[in-house]
């Protein structure tokens, strides 16, 4: 082992199962932290690339693995990152720090991190196997997609929570004819607040996506003569039948725990964690979707899904394998694009709290959920600056104004710089 | 003859915002954001590498803008990366502040040939 960085533990070298933001992030953020030995990303896919674009752009013209990857195997290479894309681990053995690949390599580690991420939640339904019926999360899944939707395609989406609202935003806007279908009268009310979840809701009506509030009973082929083969009827519970070309299933994803488990690791809904990201094995890390982290009074934190935790997982796994302090979390952010708007939101929007609602005279609005005098979330549609300057004052728990905040003529950034400490900022008087 | 262009006063950037300066005015091939970070003034290509957003309404705070869309991070003194999505570094721009002007002195590889 070469002795690396200044914390007190020498990670060795590292095998990194499972190449995306998080896997990748880590590997980055290794190096960043001066370790110098062997680091290896393994990953089924082709490269360590960028999924949102995957809902969000699905049929822009520059749609490509090219576009979307993190870096180029030189890029990589340059840094010492040794890459086995199109290659799966079968197997990890916590006793000898192995990793066995699908083509029966083992590769011998130090320390190994589990990045693995999810997997499509499947429908379980009669037909939900039949081959017109998609999910979306790898490129390969996308590519599916597009070589399937023209103008005037009938698309079912099954789910309207963040992939499923991106979807019927993409397709609809390529002119096929989407048909979203939730159980739910507002989805995303727990992730976004009921107002903003609301507002957004009503703009796939606005785009000519028909909404179906219904659970699904079954997808059977077309019976009618008029219909090419390969229709199929998506059956509602409620008796409807809505007739697609094409079914997207977009029900939220399993955690790949499976190389955990069969390892014998902790595993809860995902590989249990510690605050230093290690998982019940010694040397063994878990970040990213897959990971969930057991807080200090032993109870299990949500499992979070979203870009920036996956990245900032992958960061503190670095710093948890380097045996450095693993930098702390803020509120957790997120940002979705549809129908040409853009909307960012952090920390905790519905549960208790007086919500405010900010409205310029541009109709521009700001969501805003304020608890004992503090902020405790925010979002907004097209003004990303308020909602950077609400997360900082979440963060530095600043206390807030319900009055202030609530007044356009006021930017909240103002209120961040008015009670900031002098010190953050040396330029400030 | 003097280099670059004056773009701004300094008055005309208020702390924490910038402007932008239009490609056809300064001759580049990208649109020039001038930034305030706490009395500091920075110049970068306006367009964010990831995807197509304008840099100049992004967040500024601490040597560092942050992309309006996807909060992508690039140093305001040299452009590079400091945190995905973005990957490519954007290019920057020589600032000369004189008196109360901000002169622009483009990066000669971002000229228009």
Known sequence: MTTTGAGTRDPGAVVIVGGGLAGYTAAIQLRRLGHQSAITVVDAEPAAYDRPPLSKRLLDDDFSIGELAFATAGELGAQGIVTRFRRSARSIDPERLTVTLDDGDVLEADTVLLATGGRPRRLRVPGADRPEVFVLRTIADAAAIRGQVRAGTRVSIIGAGLIGAELASSLSRAGALVSLIDPVEVPLEAAMGPLLARELHLLHRTAGVELHRDVIAAIEPTNDVDYAAGTVDVVLDGGGRVRSELVIVGIGIVPNTRLAADAGLTVADGIVVGEDLQTSAPGVYAAGDVAVRRLPDGTLARREEHWEAAQLSGQQAAHGMMGLPVPTRGAPWFWTDRYGVHVEVVGRLSGSGEAIVREDGGGRRAFFLIEEGLLVGAAAIDDPNTVRAARRLIDQRVPVDARLLGDPDIAVRSLLTATRRPETRGTHA | ?113
């Open chain 2, 1 to 113: 003859m003097t280099e670059g262009v004056i773009v701004a006063r300094v008055d005309e950037i208020d702390d924490g915002t910038a402007i932008t300066v239009d490609a056809a005015l300064i001759g580049t091939v990208d649109d020039i954001a001038v930034f305030n970070d706490g009395g500091r003034f920075y110049a970068l290509d306006d367009t964010c590498t990831h995807e197509k957003a304008s840099l100049s309404e992004g967040w500024i705070e601490d040597g560092v803008v942050e992309c309006p869309l996807h909060a992508g991070k690039f140093c305001l003194g040299d452009g590079e990366v400091l945190s995905m999505p973005a990957t490519r570094p954007v290019a920057c721009h020589r600032v000369v502040v004189e008196a109360d002007t901000i002169r622009v002195i483009p990066n000669p590889e971002r000229l228009r040939s």
